[in-house]
Each structure stands twice: as C-alpha cells, then as structure tokens.
C-alpha cells in the first residue's frame, strides 16, 4: 500500500502496485518508476509528501521522490520455511570404527545431506521424524540408524482471516457517542509473533475513523498481525436515517434558454430523503426533471417585459418523511428587454394655432412620444420629414429638437401669405433595429389685425376727385354713392363698420354702418349748399381696431352748369385761403395755354378717331363694343335715367381681391381739376360725346 499525503497532511490517497524481483539485488537498485505507474506528476509527488508503509521492522525498499522511482534500501533474502524445491543442507557424517569391506560403506542420504523434496508447511506439520541408516559394506552387513526430528519453523506465510467475509450491523443515526454496534472474530494459524492479531480500521474514504472506535483486542473491520500480513473483513453499518434533514436547493446556474438548473439534496435516506420540488402555478414557467436531484426551470408561455417586467419564483421541496420536510427559495426573474414596441404619440395628429407676426424661433409646442421598451430601446429621438409647402421647404418654417420634440417656428408667419400647414414628424428609438411612429402636425396661422381697412371706392387721387351728383328733388333714402373697402385680414378683423366722422351738413346724409351706403336722411331743398363734403371712417372689428378715412365729394344740383359755377374752389381747403389769390393768378395763367392745348389735343384725337374708324370698316377684324359696368341704386329713388352698377369681388387674401367699380351712366359724376377755373367750351365741345347714349361722362374744369 502506497500513501500520498497532501502539502499541508490533512488528506491521503492510497493506491495498491505490485513489483516482482530477484532476492539479493544490489542496494540502490531500481525497482520500479512509483510516479509514471500510478500516473503522477513529480510536483504532486514531492509536494504530497509521498511516502512508503510497511509492517516490515527493516524498511527493505525506498521511495525516490526527485524521480519517482523505488529502490533497494536493504539485501532481500527470501529463505526460512518458504524455500524452494532442491535446496540442500548439510548434516553431520557417520562414523564406522571398522575397517576394510567392514567400514562405513554409503549413506542413504548422499553426502549427508537432507534434500527437500516438498515444500514444507508447519500449519501441516510443525515436525517432521526422518531415521537414517548407515550400512557398512561386511558380510554380515551392519547398519547403524539415527532419528532426526525435524522442527518445522513457523514462517508468516497466513494470513488472518475473519470468520465472516461480510458483518453487517446497524445503528440510527443519532445514537449516542460510545453506542455498541458489533463485533468481529479473526483467527491465524500461524504461532508466536506471528498468530498474534490486532483489529485496525483499514485506510477508508470518508469519515470513518473519525466516526467509529475499534478495539486492537476484541476487533472490529480489519485486523492486522505483526508479521505484516492482514485480513479483511468488510462491516456494512447501515445507519437507520431519522428525517433530521429538510430537502437543500441549490440554484446551478441562471441560463437564458431554459431559465435555471437546481440542485435539489436531502441528506436522509429511504423515504425521508426522497423529495418533491415544485414552483408557483401563476407564473409562466415550469419546472422539468432532467437527472436525479437536478431540476431545469423553463418557460411556458411567452414574455413581455412591458406588461410585466419581472417575476418571483417560488422553488418548494418536500420530502416524504414522517413527518415531512420542507424548504423553499424565491429567486427574482427580471426579464430582459427587446425592442418590439414602437415609439407612440400621445395622438395621430396634432393641431395648434400660432398667432401671426410671431417672433423667429419661438416655440410653438411640444410633441411627445413614449415607448414601453426599456434602456436604450426605449430612448425616443425626432425627426421632420421634409416636404414643400406652397414651393417652400417646410424646414425653414419650423423645426424639431430631436432629443424634447419642442417645435420651433423658424420664422416669423403672416396669415396674409399662408394660412395653414401641415407635415409630419416621426419619431424613433435606439434599438435595433429601430422601430419608428409618424404624427402629424397642422399649424394654424392666426390672423391679427395687421392690416388697416383700404377703401376702394371712391378713389383718391391727386390731380382730380370725384363728386357725386344729388338732384335738390332728391327724396329721404336716395342713395348717394357707396364706400367700398376690403381688409385683408380674416375673421372680426375684417368685418368693417362705416362712419359719417365730418360732413358740411351732418342732417342731410348718413352712412350705413356695415354697407357703407351713403343716403339722404330727408328732403333736399333749395336751401341746401350745392358743395356738400363728407368725411367717412371706415373701421374693422379688430383689439385694437384699425381704421381709415376717405373723403366723398357731394355737389347738389340740378344741372352741371350750376355745378361749375359753384364748384370753382369746391377743393379749397382753409389752409389755402391766405394763398388763394396766388392761385387765382397763377390759375388765368395756366387756363390759356390749356384751353389752346385742349383744342390742339381734341382735334387730334377727333382725327384719330376717325381714321381708326375707317381703318376698321376697311378691315376684315370684329369690333367689339366696350360697355362700361353701370351703378346702380338699389332702392331705386334715384334722379339718374341710367342705372349706376358696381361689382365686387373680396378674398382673404389682398393678392386676389379684385373690384371692379362703373362709372355713371348719366351727368352725376363730376371730376375736377382743383387748380382750374370752369367753363363751358369744354363742356360743349364735348356735347356730341354726352349726347351719346350710355357712354362714360368725365368732366374736366379748366
């Protein structure tokens, strides 16, 4: 048997080699390599402390540990009992007295020796008679006889032996210290030293000295004699298990295919070590039995981390002792995330209005989406898709911070230009892949008042105005003139209300506040000045309002002659009383040259006339008659023989506005010079154009 003890000697391995060699070999002579027959490494070896045991009292090998080899340590003879067949031994000679054919002849025994022809044992015989004869070669023949006893020496050639191969006892697990448990019973047939037996525990695994005593006497397991030779005998203690020992649960390993492997032990034995593991049933996993005392949680059911992100595991086992143990451990399941969840807006579309003349930069609002993901797959990100709206990139109208979704207005908006717009924002994540959502956003323009009333009708000129004819039979109710303005703007912005602010005389005339209809509020006399001004405001709805004001020139009479005489400083203004002699002169200076430039430019144009006319009657082209677009007085009560029609046609947007506005179909529409005196050649001169049905009537004071 062959011991190696561990570095510090707390732990043995033993292992059992047999070696064949001749007797008296030289000291040092190897044996045998120890290390590469029982596989060791010569580390190990040394570090182990290998070392020889022998029950011999003179060590007759040696262990080499630098090279692992074993070697003669003392001279091996292999005689006593033991020896082999033809090995001699002298004995002493006969005498014979005699001489001649009468001396000592022969021996029976060759040369006195005793020749052994069998192997000798003393368990068999311990002693063995011989007699020796000795005859002489005389006649008589004489023989001499001797008895030799021969004493068989005991050699240690048996070993003990029990009187059982296998004892069995038992003995519960919780006896106390010093309980008996059995006995065993050895015999050696051999005598003295080496008869003599000693029970020892074998070099067992485990903890088997420690936990039981035998006495070298009476014996127990193994006995051991001096002459180095043993007998075994194996005890089988089966110790009665008490159901001292709840189940153990031992978590392996957490994997990510099947979910955990536990190790489930119990201690006891039969029944009380037998065990049933088992989990909590509201949880979607379940637990499968791979090998004995191994368990393997697995899931059952498919995972969403954001409906529930993680889970207790609750691992029970009991045995089936009397009565039952159990244990049980929780382990926390956290289920890891990936990324199935899109990021989601709040809502699919967004609107939110945004007053005009806003400053750049501003922001509008905020966008946000959330995402169930957890950690990287759920960091939201946001990008504007890019689009044209009405020819402009919708990048320079707003923009999106990518890491808040604040949108900011990139410039300023004006309602008048563009009044809505939409375009769509996405959102995504950091997975991956990323997983992405679309919203979309309407931005609306808010109108603010802006933009002041502008009055269409009449128009202000510089050079000329218009004035509108009332007849002095005109009735309560006649419709003067109308004032016509737009506002580009939207909503109560745009809605107008007229105002009569200033007027010659404020008990003749009124102005519909929201159609801007001038009127006669009673009956015109004689008594009435034939210049008549107004002063109308034209005001939106707007916080706060805007406003305009246009001036509307009024002659009353009957005929234009009377309007002339009347109206020859009808534009003088107060201011211009102190130059009004300047003008006066300056006046008769310029009406000469332009009463001669007048002849000059009618007569020219009356030739014109006439040879485009007959250009045309000579020519194969359609002529295509111009009507002028007549006003007209809605209720009617009116002096004019022809009707006076006015058509306007309003947007929001200014750029497409479009009025259009006629002029009188009869003698009620005077445009002056301011700066001339009238007369009545140019009104004659032009009779025939007058007298002409329908036709445009403008009058010019020169």
Known sequence: FWTLSDAVGQQNVFSVIRYSI??????????????????????????????????????????????????????????????????????????????????????????????????????????????????????????????????????????????????????????????????????DADIGAHGEIIFSFSKTKGTTVDTFKIDENTGVISAKDQGGLTGTSKVIIDVSDINDNAPVINIMTLLQVHLAVVNVDDEDSDGNGVVKCSINSDIPFKMESSLTGYYTIVTEDFLDRESVPEYNITITVSDQGSPPLSSSKTINVKVSDVNDSPPKFDQSEYSKTVPENNPPGVSVFTLSASDADWGQNARVSYLLEEKEINGVAVSSLVSVNSESGVIHAVRSFDFEQIKWFEFNVTARDAGSPPLTSVATVRIVIQDQNDNPPQVLYPVQTGGSMVAEMVPRAADVGYLVTKVVAVDVDSGQNAWLSYKLQKATDRALFEVGLQNGEIRTIRQVNDKDAVKQ???????????????????????????????????????????????????????????????????????????????????????????????????????????????????????????????????????????????????????QSEKSILDEPDSPLEVRML
């Open 22 to 187: 001749p007797e008296e070999m030289k000291k040092g002579s190897v044996i045998g390599n120890v290390g590469q027959d029982l596989g060791l490494d010569m580390k190990r070896l040394r570090s182990g402390r290998a070392r020889i045991v022998s029950g011999e009292n003179i060590q007759y090998t040696q262990l080499k540990t630098d090279k692992g080899t074993l070697v003669v340590n003392e001279r091996i003879d292999r005689e006593h009992e033991s020896a082999t067949l033809g090995s001699k031994f002298p004995v002493e000679s006969a005498v014979d007295p005699d001489v001649g054919l009468n001396t000592l002849q022969n021996y029976l025994l060759k040369y006195a020796e005793l020749v052994l022809q069998k192997p000798l044992d003393r368990e068999e015989h311990s002693n063995l008679p011989l007699k020796v004869i000795a005859v002489d070669g005389g006649n008589p023949q004489r023989s001499g006889t001797v008895n030799i006893n021969i004493s068989v020496l005991d050699a240690n050639d048996n070993a003990p032996e029990f009187n059982q191969s296998v004892y069995r006892a038992s003995v519960k697990e919780n006896a106390p210290v010093g309980t008996y448990i059995s006995k065993v019973n050895a015999t």
């Open 533 to 683: 001004r107004l002063t109308v405001i034209v005001e939106d709805n707007g916080q706060p309002s805007r406003s305009a004001a246009v001036i509307v020139n009024v002659a009353v009479a009957d005929s234009f002659p009377e309007v002339l005489s009347e109206f020859t400083d009808f534009t003088h203004d107060k201011e211009y009383n102190d130059n009004l002699t300047f003008y006066l002169v300056l006046a008769l200076a310029v009406v000469s040259f332009l009463f001669i430039t007048c002849v000059v430019v009618i007569i020219s144009v009356k030739i014109y006339r006439w040879r485009q006319s007959r250009t045309l009657f000579h020519s194969n082209l359609p002529v295509i008659p111009y009507y002028p677009p007549r006003y007209s007085d809605t209720l009617g009560t009116g002096t004019l023989q022809h009707v006076y029609n006015y058509e306007v046609c309003r947007t929001t947007d200014s750029r497409k506005s479009d009025c259009k506005f006629g002029r009188a179909g009869s003698q009620n529409v005077l445009i002056m010079d301011p700066s001339s005196t009238g007369t009545m050649q140019r009104i």
